[in-house]
């Protein structure tokens, strides 16, 4: 990856959150909390809809985060192989026409596997996020910028239920087409968002050793989603 000193050039002299690099990646880092707290007000209406059991609307959770505990220990590959963008642009697309299908799924059964599809986009885009804020900044400026992200998210998480509940009133399936967003935002990251990209590829069996470990123990999968995150 860069050094710190090679990415001192993509850093401003103005504050954080005024840079175009650190807008695009927060609206990111948001639209990677959007695909559970917005939509989990519209299940009751959901449940009367589509005729379904209560008890399997947790699916509709498992089915989208499940893609993000399969593929978390592996994205950091990927993404220093082949590039930040190369992952984080089509899983936008992917997160946005697979989550706005779910608002047209009328079959409980189809309106899973568009669900699990939404959710093999979204894998990806909050560890990215997180990465992309360790390739662009340095010192006092990452963890400024680090600090932005974290609240950012809080306020998004918070705020989605207030916005789905909103939504669902009207139908249960309006709240299922907020992820419409993340296409053009996709647009955005590919065309505005000016990021250094990793240099060389990190050792493979080194990296998959790491994450069969981390798999292993629970209690250190959160950190490995993020292991390219802080260095440079």
């Known amino acids: 990856m860069n050094s710190p000193k090679d990415n001192s050039q993509f850093e401003r002299k103005k504050p954080v959150y005024l840079e175009l690099n650190f807008q695009i990646v927060c609206a990111v880092s948001l639209i990677a909390v959007i695909g559970v707290s917005s939509v989990t007000p519209a299940f009751p209406k959901l449940v009367k809809e589509l ?48 989550g706005t299908a779910c608002a047209f799924a009328r079959d409980f059964n ?31 400026r990452r963890t400024e910028a680090m600090g932005y992200i974290a609240s950012i998210s809080s306020v998004g998480t918070a705020t989605y239920p207030i916005i789905g509940g909103t939504l669902a009133t009207i139908g249960w399936y309006y709240p299922f087409m907020l992820p419409i967003l993340a296409i053009p935002l996709g647009l955005l990251v590919l065309l505005g968002l000016k990021n250094p990209e990793p240099q060389g590829d990190r050792n493979l069996k080194q990296y998959l050793s790491n994450a069969v470990k ?19």
């Open 214 to 232: 981390v798999l292993k123990n629970r209690q250190l999968f959160g950190l490995n989603t993020t292991n390219t995150t802080l260095k440079s």
């Open 51 to 98: 005729n379904i059991n209560p008890q399997n609307l947790g699916l509709l959770i498992t089915f989208f985060t499940l893609p993000s505990l399969v593929l978390g220990p592996i994205i950091g590959i990927f993404a220093d192989r082949w590039g930040r963008k190369r992952i984080m642009v089509p899983s936008l697309f992917l997160f946005g026409l697979a």
């Open 110 to 140: 189809l309106l899973l596997w568009f669900r699990l599809l939404q959710g093999i986009g979204a894998a990806p885009l909050l560890s990215l996020s997180i990465t992309l804020i360790g390739d662009l900044y340095t010192g006092d």
